[in-house]
């Protein structure tokens, strides 16, 4: 729903029905012809046994929590018990969601009704009221918290609320929920005790953020996302509770990060500094980091009918469709040089901005960008969690996250377009393919390998379930309108009444908070289309054309490659020197596999190129490809314990960094002594700086970017860092190597060597150092490791050439991958040279032939291989 002022609006919008673009390289794909499904309408039998089939998925993975984890915060779908923070190993900033409050179960309550699981729901409540301790002693992210417990708790409280008026069941029920809601709320408060407004990004459930028992409160970063979405959760506890304080804290929150946007843009940063508001990382973009801030904007209005959010969210999204988004892809930028792309690649997390964009009303780029992750998904069975703009894995994790099912629900609810029932069928059907275990459903550790990771987050329960049923039903078959709820970013329930039955808190207009400066800087939108402030509407952007979402589909169908049908090309043609008298060049170009035919005999279709001009001929070369690089190479590095008692044995692969010192340009590596760093994440100030000083770090990968890491650990006097997989149990057999990047600045101020070893091969290297005390490395290119005979390495790909046939390309025919060289029109372009000049060069040519042939044959004479007084370049010996 959208709202016009304090009146709520329902949007009734259905209807019936780059990588680099080389110019002269195209690759042809002969996969045959592929019958598409996704144009076909799906019948009322085909959805209701798809929803069967996800309901009996949901089940599954709920009964398998509640079997074998449950009151544990998280399902380990592998090892078939619960996660328990403290018993398992570290996982760094992962398991700062974990608060051993059952996570799961609160996460999963609103999504039992949605599914019209409603005894299960009484019982998951009455469970989740006996059990479920707020109290604990543990550190906690405020913004997982807050989005998963505090959202899942209010979205429950609701639904509860709402199955007691009916009389019909949860009669017991005495508002235990929402205050479970409140006692949480006041938990997380303590995060907002900065000078700033802006939260800390951690809390301790028991002590606190500054308590000396707290275990935090020296972070001072945030991500902006981090503190941009707490507005819903909070206002929403303020007006179901009446205390004010909740909704005053965050609305200071986005006052502040409004307030530091780059004034020239209209973007924001990623980071920010918590106390000073001076931004960390400047990158700007839609995906991690960012994403639910603008999310949140537009929400904040649908829930609250508050104009400033809706002004506020307008201003930003005009910025991101003139910076960010460049159809289908959404790239990321420099806040203060908007028109620089900081990075070559896109994470999954952005697959939630198509949904935004239908609410906003913006269906065009909406159903580009979907199309696109649609076509990455085919590619790769799953979104990886980043792909470059090439449609490449570059981290090729999958965790089960939703958005693209999210993106996909709304998507359907604004076109009707069975389209993406076919695409939601697709999800369904890879998820049990590929996901499934038999405790539950496992995150994909690599989407190139399918191999598992041992985590089912409680997001997979939450959202994916809650999209895929939805998509499926009729909302005559739901127990609730779901029309009269907004969905937070973890797809809890708010009602939309709020603002309306829940007046605003006192004093709690954004507005009055402002300073005269801020205050004159709350945007009025320079340029407003039609939706700015209403609800769109399919007959106003696309009159009578049904089809009109498919039309856009049609031009990004193939964009990764996928099903690619085989087409003619067109042939573009140059102009070469070439006369009728003079034919041997043409023998000799032939002999080299390139085929020339004059242009006035060459036959487009039924139609003959009435092109007469005397000696002018098409150039063709077609070349058979054996493989193609699937992505830019990784460099294996590796690190070799070189101490008493390994000697060099014992050799660890390790992946390289994109900055810092590059080890292949070391002609003997870098040696040292490594020392475990403290804090292990080394995000803070390192405390052991004295005994890391001249050594090699270990340092654990989470909480914070490799190059924040790196620069504290270069700052504590460490000589090289070897950074260490957070995730148990992956290991450099079974997971490609990746190159570490930096955080979107420059790094040119890290010169330490940097390498990545995942968690197997670190377990190794902590275990020595637990062992012997005292253990040296060598940190180097794998192929130079000591005792490692070299071998000379294959580069490039094998190509073999050949003439092509007669019409081969035009007519299908080709065997095999081909590819096809092609020059632009007028790009290379050859003029005809005089007879003289030509026949001089052709005496060269000969000429340097024969004292080519006599090199070869006397290599052993003196004089024999002196052709310089001749220009015998490279253009004569092709």
Known sequence: MKRIGNKPCKIMIQSSGKGMILQTLLIISLLGWVKCQESQSMTPEEKIAIRDQIIEMFDHAYGSYMKYAYPADELMPLSCRGRVRGQEPNRGDIDDSLGKFSLTLIDTLDTLVVLNKLDEFEDAVQKAVSDVRLDNDVVVSVFETNIRVLGGLLGAHVMADLLRQRGERMQWYQDELLHMAKELGHRLLPAFNTTSGLPYPKVNLRYGVLNPLSRTG????????????????????????????????????????????????????????????????????VGAGIDSYYEYLMKAYILL?????????????????????????????????????????????????????VLR????????????????????????????????????????????????YYLYKATG????????????????????????????QDVRTGTHEDRMDSFFLAEMFKYLYLLFSEKSELPIDIDDYIFTTEAHLLPVSLSTTKPPCPGNDTVRHLTLSETEAVPIPQEEDLFTHSCPSLETLFPNNPSFAKTIRDGYKYLTGVGRAVHPLPIREIELPLHDNGMEPVEFLKSMGISLTPLNEIIVGDRKLHKEHKGVYRVK????????????????????????????????????????????????????????????????????????????????????????????????????????????GSNSEETPLFQMVGDGDSTDDITLPLVFVFSREGAMLTGALEEHQ??????????????????????????????????????????????????????FLIKEEDEEEFEHREQQQEFCTEAAKLRRTEQHSAGSSDCTNFDCGPDTNP
Request: charged fraction near 25%; proline fraction near 5%; glycine fraction near 8%.
């Open 305 to 357: 009918g508050d104009n400033v959010f809706l002004e506020r969210f307008n201003t930003h999204y005009s910025a991101i469709m003139k910076y960010i988004s460049q159809p289908p892809l959404l790239l990321n930028v420099h806040m203060h040089n908007p028109t620089v792309s900081v990075r070559s690649w896109m994470d999954s997390l952005l697959a939630f901005f198509p949904g935004l964009q």
């Open 417 to 444: 377009d069975p389209y993406y029932l076919r695409v939601g069928q697709s999800i369904v059907e890879k998820l049990n393919a590929y996901a499934r275990v038999p405790c539950g459903f496992a995150a994909v």
């Open 621 to 728: 070369l077609v070349a058979e490809l054996s493989q193609t690089p699937e992505e830019e190479e990784v460099v294996p590095h590796a690190v070799q314990l070189i101490s008493p008692p390994f000697l060099g044995r014992t050799v660890l692969t390790a992946g390289p960094a994109k900055f810092g010192m590059d080890l292949t340009k070391q002609e003997h590596g870098v040696k040292g002594s490594i020392l475990k760093a403290s804090p292990y994440t080394a995000c803070g100030p390192i405390d052991n700086a004295e005994e890391l000083k001249g050594k090699i770090a270990l340092a654990l990968r989470g909480d914070c970017m490799f190059a924040a890491k790196a620069r504290q650990l270069q700052e504590a006097g460490a000589t090289g860092v070897i950074f260490i997989d957070h995730r148990e």
């Open 774 to 827: 005292n253990v040296d490395v060598l940190l180097l290119p794998k192929e130079r490791q000591l005792g490692h005979d070299k071998k000379e390495k294959p580069i490039g790909v094998n190509i073999k050439l050949r003439l092509a046939e007669e019409g081969e390309l035009e007519d299908g025919t080709a065997r095999g991958p081909t590819l096809e060289f092609v020059l632009e029109k007028e790009q």
């Open 361 to 408: 009303g913006d269906l065009k780029p909406a159903i580009e960008t979907h199309e696109m992750l649609y076509q990455v998904t085919k590619q790769h069975k799953f979104l990886p969690e980043a792909f470059t703009t090439e449609f490449r894995v570059h981290w090729g994790q999958h965790l089960l996250r939703p958005e693209f099912a999210e993106s996909t």
């Open 218 to 285: 020296t972070e001072s970063d945030t991500c902006t996302a981090c503190a941009g979405t707490m507005i819903l959760e909070f206002a929403a506890l303020s007006r179901l509770s009446g205390e004010t304080v909740f909704e005053e804290h965050a609305r200071k929150a986005l006052d502040v990060l409004w307030d530091r946007r780059q004034r020239g843009s209209d973007l924001v940063g990623t980071v920010i500094n918590i106390h000073n508001e001076e931004w960390v990382r400047r990158d700007s973009g």
